[in-house]
């Protein structure tokens, strides 16, 4: 680097001084783009070093490659398109065979846009408000176009070059965006103060955050002294009292039927603080307890329903048996011989049918299950349901056949 120049550092130890701006936002002017994804960026630095090489050939450099050389060095180091940086690279490495004059680097860097701009026509990252042409247009600069003895098109590099120097000239740039200086200033300081403070504060709670656990912690042992202590006091007091009182403190009431004493606290005899209580832990034996096996209650649904029914059922018959035996009263031996033969026969059919059927519900039976008359009723209406099916599918089919033997008769 030349003697006298801000190196890397110097400008990062001024920006971390506050004495130095950066700017909050981006907010593009020139290169803003219908979307937020759309020129921007790369517009901006294809625009800076148009100036730039416009700058030093109207300055008078002696230096030609100064700026395409900086540009190359920035685009290969920074430019996050990294694609676009190798590509770039890639059309920079003739660069001392075409640039002799600065006038020629404002024409390369030119001649490169385009050809950037003639690859990138098309791609997704079009803007489709300002797309990707041969600049400058006609509509700028009708003189730069020209044409050939054959029709093709040519450029007129004089004055092209003409209008470069003019419409990227140093005194075109309009500061009306700029902020001030010391506004900006006021807000960079603003934020590293915020920034700042809530660097320490956080730092200070962290540092809360491990010292609680410590106090917790201390806090917790002198409770546990306290307790040690107050025991060894009731432990000296009990050795102290005379064995009267000590045999009385035993001779004391049971306690009721029912009521056991607290194993983990003894009520203290009288005389004897409240405070001096001995904690006893005792444990609950549990050796010799068998735990009992939990009864699973299983009913026998058929025993159970030949016990009820059958025990309903004879009792039934028996009361009518009973009921009939004293209003048939002076009847012959063979009516009663026959009476007590169905009756019997009434029984034996019970024991042997424990779900009894409601037998004036049945309509019809037929292999030994009942048939009431809505399921009757179904089964004639899903017959009538299923006869006019197949009569309609017929008709349908046979008027499809004689449609088509008429279409196959037309000539």
């Known amino acids: 680097m030349m003697a006298g120049s801000f190196s890397l550092q110097d400008h990062v130890n001024v920006l971390q001084s506050g004495e130095g701006v950066l700017p909050a936002g981006v907010r593009w002017v020139g290169c803003q783009g219908s979307r937020p994804q759309f020129r921007g960026y790369p517009c901006a630095v294809w625009t800076l070093f148009h100036v730039l090489t416009v700058d030093a050939s109207a300055s008078g450099s002696t230096d030609p490659l100064e700026v395409l050389q900086a540009m190359r060095e920035y685009v290969s180091s920074f430019f996050g398109c990294r694609p676009c940086a190798s590509h770039f690279a890639s059309m920079a490495q003739d660069i001392s065979d075409h640039v002799t004059t600065p006038s020629a680097a404002v024409q390369w860097l030119w001649s490169r846009h385009n050809r950037v701009n003639s690859r990138l026509a098309g791609e997704p990252s079009e803007d489709p408000h300002f797309p990707k042409i041969q600049w400058p247009p006609p509509e700028l600069c009708p003189e730069c176009h020209g044409l050939k003895l054959g029709g093709e098109h040519k450029w007129n590099k004089d004055e092209v070059l003409t209008f470069l120097r003019n419409y990227f000239s140093a005194e075109r740039i309009l500061p009306d965006y700029l902020q001030e ?231």
């Open 181 to 411: 200086e010391s506004e900006a200033v006021a807000q960079q300081k603003a934020l590293l103060t915020a920034a700042q403070q809530q660097k320490d504060t956080t730092r200070r709670k962290a540092r809360e955050t491990q010292e609680t656990p410590s106090t917790q912690l201390g806090q917790e042992e002198e409770e546990e002294e306290e307790e040690e202590e107050d025991e060894a006091a009731a432990v000296a007091t009990e050795e102290e009292e005379p064995e009267g009182m000590g045999g009385a403190a035993e001779a004391r009431e049971p306690h009721p039927a029912g009521e056991e004493p607290s194993p983990l606290v003894q009520t203290p005899p009288p005389g004897r603080p409240p405070w001096a209580r001995r904690r006893i832990s005792r444990r609950p034996a549990i050796v010799g307890l068998k735990l009992r096996q939990p009864q699973e209650d299983i009913v026998d649904l058929d025993s159970f329903v030949n016990q009820h029914y059958k025990a309903k059922a004879l009792r039934a018959l028996s009361a009518m048996a009973e009921q009939q035996q004293e209003e048939a009263g002076e009847r012959r031996p063979e009516s009663v011989r026959r009476m007590k033969r169905e009756l019997f026969d009434q029984q034996e059919a019970l024991l042997m049918e424990p779900y009894p059927h409601p037998q004036g519900k049945r309509w019809m039976s037929l292999l030994s299950v009942g048939f009431s008359r809505l399921d009757v009723s179904l089964c004639v209406l899903f017959y009538l349901l299923s006869t006019l099916c197949l009569s309609a599918m017929y008709l349908y089919f046979k008027l499809k056949r004689r449609l088509r033997r008429a279409k196959v008769a037309l000539p």
